[in-house]
Antibody
Framework: QMHLVQSGPEVKKPGTSVKVSCKASGFTFSSSTVQWVRQARGQGPEWIGCIVVGSGSTKSSQRFQGRVSFTRDMSTSTTYMELSSLRSEDTAVYSC??????????????????WGQGTTVTVSS | QTVVTQEPSLTVSPGGTVTLTCASSTGTVTSAHYPNWFHQKPGQAPRALIY???NKYPWTPARFSGSLLGGKGALTLSGVQPEDEADYYC?????????FGGGTKLTVL
C-alpha cells in the first residue's frame, strides 16, 4: 500500500515560516517526484512546486519563487516544504502527492497517484 | 501566468454521457502537456483518474476515458453513476511546472 503521511496542523503568525513534512512508504521513494499542492477553503488545488527525490532538483510556481523551498531526507523517505514570509492568504490545506506508480505503469511518472492527507496551515495574527 | 480553464459546472443525468474539457491560455493542449484528471469529493483529497492524456490507473472505473478534443484535454464519463457527482480538476504540465484548472462541478441529476 502506497502512503504519504504528513505532519500535523500549524498555526503561524504573518511574516513567519512553516515547514511541512511528508513521509513516504510502499513505493520506491528514491525514484519518485513529490509535488506540493495547496487548496484554500472552497477553492481548487494550486500547484506549488516539486522535488525530484533522486537528484534533489526542485521547481516551483512563479507565484512562490523566493518564498518556498523543498528538501528531502533519503534516510527517512521524507520530503519537506518550507514556505516563508507567510501572509493570511497562505491559509490553506497543503498536500504532498507523488508518482508512486512510476516504474510500474508506463508513463506514470507524469501523474500524481498517491496523496497525503493534507496539513492545515492557518496564518493569523 | 498560464491559465488552465475548465467548465465551471455541468449537469448530467444518471446513465448519460458527459465530456469535461481543459483549455490552456497558451494555445492547443497536446500530449506534451501530459493532461491529468482528478476528482474530489467534499472533505477528501483529490483522487487521480487519468494521467498522460488517456492512461488509467488500476482503480479508475472503465466509464472514465481521457483524450484530446478540439485543442483541449478532455475527460468523458459514459454511463454516469450517482457517485460520480464531484469536483473534477485537470492538471497540465508546462516545461516542468504544472498548473491546475479551476475545476468543474459535476452534478448528477
Amino acid at each position: 500500500q502506497m502512503h504519504l503521511v504528513q505532519s500535523g496542523p500549524e498555526v503561524k503568525k504573518p511574516g513567519t515560516s512553516v515547514k511541512v513534512s511528508c513521509k513516504a512508504s510502499g513505493f520506491t521513494f528514491s525514484s519518485s517526484t513529490v509535488q506540493w499542492v495547496r487548496q484554500a477553503r472552497g477553492q481548487g488545488p494550486e500547484w506549488i512546486g516539486c522535488i525530484v527525490v533522486g537528484s534533489g532538483s526542485t521547481k516551483s510556481s512563479q507565484r512562490f519563487q523566493g518564498r518556498v523551498s523543498f528538501t528531502r531526507d533519503m534516510s527517512t523517505s521524507t520530503t519537506y516544504m518550507e514556505l516563508s514570509s507567510l501572509r493570511s492568504e497562505d491559509t490553506a490545506v497543503y498536500s504532498c502527492a507523488a508518482d508512486g506508480l512510476s516504474g510500474v505503469l508506463p508513463g506514470a511518472q507524469n501523474g500524481l497517484d498517491v496523496w497525503g492527507q493534507g496539513t492545515t496551515v492557518t496564518v493569523s495574527s | 501566468q498560464t491559465v488552465v480553464t475548465q467548465e465551471p459546472s455541468l449537469t448530467v443525468s444518471p446513465g448519460g454521457t458527459v465530456t469535461l474539457t481543459c483549455a490552456s491560455s497558451t494555445g492547443t493542449v497536446t500530449s506534451a502537456h501530459y493532461p491529468n484528471w482528478f476528482h474530489q469529493k467534499p472533505g477528501q483529497a483529490p483522487r487521480a483518474l487519468i494521467y498522460a492524456t488517456s492512461n488509467k490507473y488500476p482503480w479508475t472505473p472503465a466509464r472514465f476515458s481521457g483524450s484530446l478534443l478540439g485543442g483541449k484535454g478532455a475527460l468523458t464519463l459514459s454511463g454516469v453513476q450517482p457517485e460520480d457527482e464531484a469536483d473534477y480538476y485537470c492538471l497540465l504540465r508546462f516545461s516542468g511546472t504544472w498548473v491546475f484548472g479551476g475545476g468543474t462541478k459535476l452534478t448528477v441529476l
